[in-house]
């Protein structure tokens, strides 16, 4: 058999070397924690001090739309939803008055954060004609988890239970928990908050539609 000349050798090696090397960053860019399969991954989400997330983050639904999603300065999709005591409530018969749609959900952590304060600045402006409406997401929810968390937080504002998720999906577009849509005397958004609002927050925003 004839040997292989030194520069035989080292084209082999060179050609070896290349497939070793093209395997290896492949499997590199593709590990689901590496490279480009990042690029479609969820962001890491926000925390605060005690470990609480910013927002909790949702799966988009894999649906088309015809219409845009809701901004400040359009206006508020018009809805009617069932409330936890079984009455009916629709969002266009508060036209004239500032109103605040809260998206929440009895497993969501920054909904719990926020909620609180919330219940205070309800209190605090309702005199004023201010109204806040909670929309719990019910398809994803429990009915006796959101009673629980009603009765815990003391919750004195409409419940409105979407049980199918047309409202919060095909509406209102929901990316991530909590969101809150202040929309004007007008019937008009005002602003979009994604995340758990604080309290300076809320009064600011609140003001905002009170005006």
């Not at 991954?41 to 005690?50: C, D, E, H, L, W």
């Not at 508060?94 to 605040?100: C, H």
């Not at 409409?158 to 019937?187: A, C, I, M, Q, W």
């Amino acid at each position: 058999m004839k040997a292989r000349e030194p520069s035989e050798w080292w084209l082999i090696g060179m050609v070896l070397g290349g497939l070793v090397l093209g395997l290896g960053l492949g499997w590199l860019m593709f590990r689901p924690d590496w490279g480009l399969a990042q690029t479609s991954a969820a962001p890491t989400p926000i925390v605060f001090a005690n470990g609480t997330p910013l927002f909790t983050t949702l799966a988009a639904p894999a649906k088309s739309y015809s219409a845009p999603a809701p901004v400040a300065g359009a206006p508020a999709p018009d809805f009617t939803l069932k409330t936890l005591g079984d009455e009916t409530v629709t969002l266009s018969k508060f036209l004239g008055q500032p109103v605040l749609i809260n998206f929440w959900a009895s497993w969501c952590p920054p909904c719990r954060l926020e909620m609180p304060d919330l219940v205070k600045a309800y209190e605090a402006h309702k005199s004023e004609g201010f109204v806040l409406l909670g929309v719990n997401l019910t398809y994803q929810d429990s009915l006796p988890d959101v009673q629980t968390f009603v009765d815990e937080f003391d919750m004195t504002f409409p419940v409105l239970l979407d049980k199918d998720g047309h409202v919060t999906d095909d509406l209102y577009r929901l990316r991530g928990l909590p969101l809150s849509v202040f929309v004007n005397r007008e019937g008009v958004i005002a602003r979009v908050h994604v995340g758990a609002l604080t309290a300076s927050q809320i009064e600011e925003y609140v003001g905002e539609i009170l005006r």
